[in-house]
């Protein structure tokens, strides 16, 4: 993913070199989520029945199974054409979105275009999600790219992501972000897909999402602190001592979402560190439209997608015994529960000017 690339024949196995750290070495923060100090009050009436509790709700305008996103990874390599198919086969099976990861490798070398377009084979009616990176649009990509991605996939929507952290971990590293805001202002007026800007794991601040919202952004992923850790990749990739210093730099995802919800009017998904149902029902709280969750997937999509599909059960599972435990029997109630915000978020949150005292008592 992401690197600056002069050597565009190196770019297939970067792809295979990003998918075995992840898998292998502990690539996740060593800071949390933020989400410890999101807090469900307990219903001990929930008066609902288990059974009837429904998680169906819409994204971007699509019907889907339960506010879960399967986060934009990978792409470009012949393993990851395996991993991509396996984790379509359960995005269609599920009825939830699927992202691939940044489609740079098949722009540039058309034999590629396959390790990404599977996702489509595998998943003819889910919602798929193409991706680019945005700091490529400075240095030498156009809005054809842009259409040339969402077209190769068949795509719903576009991630175009934003990933300063890594880059400047990188020796060649893309370190011009000036255009950022103009492509995206270019490519939503050209194509006629939802935009989604996301980070990949240092969340986005509201003084960004506002920026992000003006130049016409659909959506905002925040794409938050606690999870996969680019700062820790880029440590294991070239042995970058530089990268420790930064291992916990960004915005935890539980923070983020705040700050994006309370600086803009458009949609927010969470990402970052989702590991459970538990914290998918606290993003949803808090206002979230639905949680994207990458590593996780990408550990199971290695062995099969029936692990993939597992995975996604017991997430489902864990998000509806937290919506019975606050007595919430659809989506529209979970988004009305009350929630206590401690710690250190409410302190960062009280050090920026944020209101959160409404979140405890909503009903
Ligand atoms: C192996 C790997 C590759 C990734 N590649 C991309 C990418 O190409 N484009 C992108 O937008 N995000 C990429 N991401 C970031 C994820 O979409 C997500 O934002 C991040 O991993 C945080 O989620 P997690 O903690 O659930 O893993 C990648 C993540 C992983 C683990």
Redo the contacts with the bound molecule.
């Keep these: 993913?992401?690197k600056r690339n002069n050597k565009k024949e190196g770019i297939d196995r970067r792809k295979l070199e990003?998918?075995e750290?992840?898998i292998t070495k502990d690539?996740?923060s060593e800071e949390s989520n933020g989400f410890e100090d999101i807090i469900l009050i307990h219903r001990a009436l929930p008066q609902i029945d288990f059974n009837e509790i429904d998680v169906k709700t819409v994204f971007l305008g699509r019907e889907i199974s339960m506010p879960i996103v399967i986060?934009?990874?990978?792409g470009g390599h012949k393993k990851a054409k395996e991993i991509n198919k396996n984790l379509a086969i359960a995005a269609e099976k599920l009825n939830i979105p699927l992202?691939v990861?940044?489609q740079r490798a098949a722009l540039e070398k058309k034999e590629l275009e396959d390790t990404f377009s599977v996702v489509r084979d595998y998943a003819p009616n889910a919602f798929v999600i193409a991706?680019i990176?945005i700091v490529q649009f400075c240095v030498e990509y156009t809005v054809e790219h842009a259409e040339m991605a969402v077209e190769m996939i068949g795509a719903d929507a576009i991630?175009l992501?934003l990933?300063p952290l890594q880059e400047i971990l990188q020796e060649e590293g893309d370190r011009n972000f000036s255009c950022c805001l103009d492509a995206i202002r270019e490519i939503k007026k050209s194509l006629n897909v939802p935009v989604i800007v996301?980070?990949?794991?240092a969340g986005i601040s509201l003084e960004d999402a506002v920026l992000i919202e003006k130049a016409g952004a659909d959506a905002i992923?925040v794409?938050g602190l606690?999870?996969?850790n680019f700062a820790k990749?880029e440590f294991y990739r070239n042995n970058n001592e530089k990268a420790k210093l930064f291992f916990n730099w960004g915005i935890k995802t539980a923070i983020s979402l705040i700050e994006c919800l309370s600086s803009t009017n458009i949609p927010i998904i969470a990402?970052?560190?989702?590991?459970n149902g538990l914290e998918v029902a606290k993003s949803i709280a808090l206002g979230a439209i639905a949680c994207?969750?990458?590593?996780?997937f990408?550990k199971k999509a290695v062995i099969s997608s029936q692990e993939v599909l597992k995975e996604a059960k017991k997430i489902e599972e864990e998000l509806k015994m937290a919506m019975f435990l606050t007595g919430s029997k659809n989506i529209e109630e979970l988004k009305k529960v009350n929630v206590i915000i401690k710690g250190f978020v409410k302190e960062w949150l009280d050090a920026r000017g944020i209101e959160i005292s409404s979140f405890a008592r909503r009903r």
């Design positions: 993913m992401f990003h998918i750290i992840s690539v996740e986060a934009g990874m990978t992202g990861g940044s991706n990176g991630a992501h990933n996301k980070e990949t794991g992923d794409g606690g999870g996969t990749i990402t970052g560190g989702i590991r994207g969750i990458a590593l996780p990408l």
